[in-house]
């Protein structure tokens, strides 16, 4: 049966590599519309946990691992030989940045070897991690197209941004719209018919840079505007005027205008890294990208500016962050996930610490550290909370506004609060132990 067929009849063998954030609610989604699923990851914890129904991924639900299993039509392997079963392969592993900020594609690179050594006729493969323009073209297709298989007849290429919001309510893998852009036409009708099968509204484009560089300008658009917000905070901050009331406030004009919030610095796998693929490929073309290397430059700043607007708290209570004792609130990048991965909370942990202070956190997602690619592992857990505990430490910093925080009883206990994220702007009584950051 040709690979159309296959995939309009759902009985093409989906594949899935890398089995994370992105990966799995991936596979979850091509398996809950029929098709039989096969996941790679090169992790055995991950295969082991979800041969045996369980889910790592909290937010996706308790059951995702074990529905799949129970269900039938699942597989998960570290056996990159059974890439050859799957008539879909997509890819959805890490694309994180090297030490002096340049793209670090050898994730990707080591998959297309991996396919490439098992590619047969008949496979679509589509590129979904988010990367410069022209990856898909000049990194992965060369590798296939050296098996001697010609992509658009043999087999297709494309490539499909994620768009996952890990932890939104609202939008998941089947309602957030896919984009496709192919290598060649026949590469793109392939993927839009797949991705059809699972995902509410696809839109293809006209090749896979198109699809590559909108991934890309949604993220920088992201990052330039909580610049924006950042610098406007530290202005206003100045003019003693409420950065967050000036944001409701503008938000009223219902069109020409999106909120965005300030915050301690930029956290998640995206917005602190995608910006940098962009400027690291513009070198090659000699064109500057001053725009964005400006908003990273004020959001890296932010950090610094939090601990600034600490010390000067302390300080005018005759106290010095040396030896004062901190709790910071919120270990995660963003509000009601467990994921810390480039969170800011861990740069204002580790600049406290230098200043001597002596430094806990509390996040009810994030019961301990583990090690991380660049902080290492901090070996610290969770600290429970009470009016007591608030009230033992000499300064609270709210890191991130989980919901399940009570930040009334916070500031009714603290002694001193540096909020960096608008989250006692509601409570009542008291504000002057309160320090917006
Ligand atoms: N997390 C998000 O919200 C999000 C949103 C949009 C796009 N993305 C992009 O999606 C891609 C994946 O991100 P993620 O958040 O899912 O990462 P992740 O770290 O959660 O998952 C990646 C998985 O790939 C596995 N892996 C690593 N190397 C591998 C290899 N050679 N072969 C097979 N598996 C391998 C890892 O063990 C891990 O399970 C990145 O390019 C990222 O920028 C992420």
Redesign the pocket.
């Known amino acids: 049966m040709d690979l159309l067929k296959k995939i309009q009849s759902r009985d093409a063998v989906v594949g899935v590599?890398?089995?994370?954030?992105?990966?799995l609610p991936l596979l979850a989604a091509f398996h809950r519309a029929g098709f039989s699923v096969l996941g790679?990851?090169?992790?055995p914890t991950?295969i082991d946990a979800l041969r045996s129904g369980q889910n790592y991924l909290k937010h996706l639900g308790a059951t995702l691992a074990s529905d799949m299993v129970r269900a039938g039509r699942f597989d998960v392997t570290t056996d990159f030989a059974r890439l050859k079963e799957p008539d879909a392969i997509l890819i959805?592993?890490?694309?994180p940045l090297g030490k002096h900020l340049e793209p670090d594609l050898s994730?990707v690179s080591?998959?297309a070897d991996?396919i490439a050594r098992a590619l047969r006729v008949g496979q679509l493969v589509v590129l979904?991690?988010?990367?410069y323009p022209r990856t898909t073209r000049d990194i992965v297709l060369p590798r296939l197209s050296a098996t001697g298989l010609v992509c658009g007849r043999d087999y297709f290429l494309a490539f499909s941004?994620?768009?996952?919001?890990?932890g939104s309510r609202e939008f998941n893998t089947v309602n957030i719209p896919k984009l496709v852009g192919g290598i060649d036409e026949p590469s793109t009708t392939t993927a839009v018919a797949l991705y059809s099968q699972a995902i509410e509204k696809v839109i293809p484009v006209s090749s896979a840079e198109v699809a590559e560089a909108a991934k890309l300008l949604e993220n920088i658009y992201r990052a330039v505007n909580i610049a924006l917000v950042n610098e406007m905070k530290v202005v206003l901050d100045a003019m003693d005027i409420d950065v967050w009331e000036v944001i409701d406030a503008a938000r009223t004009k219902p069109f020409g205008f999106q909120a965005f919030y300030p915050g301690p610095g930029l956290g998640?796998?995206?917005i602190p890294?995608?910006p940098y693929y962009l400027t690291w490929k513009a070198r090659e073309y000699g064109v500057p990208t001053r725009f964005i290397e400006l908003a990273g430059e004020i959001n890296h700043r932010m950090p610094q500016y939090v601990i600034d607007k600490l010390s000067r708290a302390l300080n005018s209570r005759g106290q010095s962050v040396h030896g004062a004792k901190v709790l910071v609130m919120g270990l995660a990048y963003k509000p009601d996930v467990d994921d810390v991965r480039e969170s800011p909370s861990f740069e204002l942990i580790e600049k406290l610490d230098d200043l001597g202070a002596r430094v806990d956190y509390n996040d009810p997602h994030v019961p301990a550290t583990h090690r991380m690619r660049k902080y290492g592992d901090l070996g610290m857990k969770s600290v429970p909370l009470s009016p007591e505990s608030i009230a033992s430490y000499d300064a609270v910093l709210i890191a991130t506004n989980h919901k399940v925080y009570d930040w009334q009883m916070v500031a009714d206990h603290a002694k001193l609060i540096i909020d960096t994220r608008g989250a006692t702007r509601k409570v009542i009584g008291r504000r002057d132990h309160i320090v917006m950051a």
């Not at 590599?17 to 990966?23: D, M, N």
């Not at 979904?128 to 990367?131: D, G, V």
Request: net charge negative; hydrophobic share 20%; glycine share 12%.
């Open positions: 590599i890398g089995l994370g954030y992105v990966g790679f990851d090169v992790d991950k959805c592993v890490p694309t994730y080591r998959t991996d979904e991690s988010t990367t941004p994620e768009r996952e919001n890990p998640g796998h995206c890294i995608d």
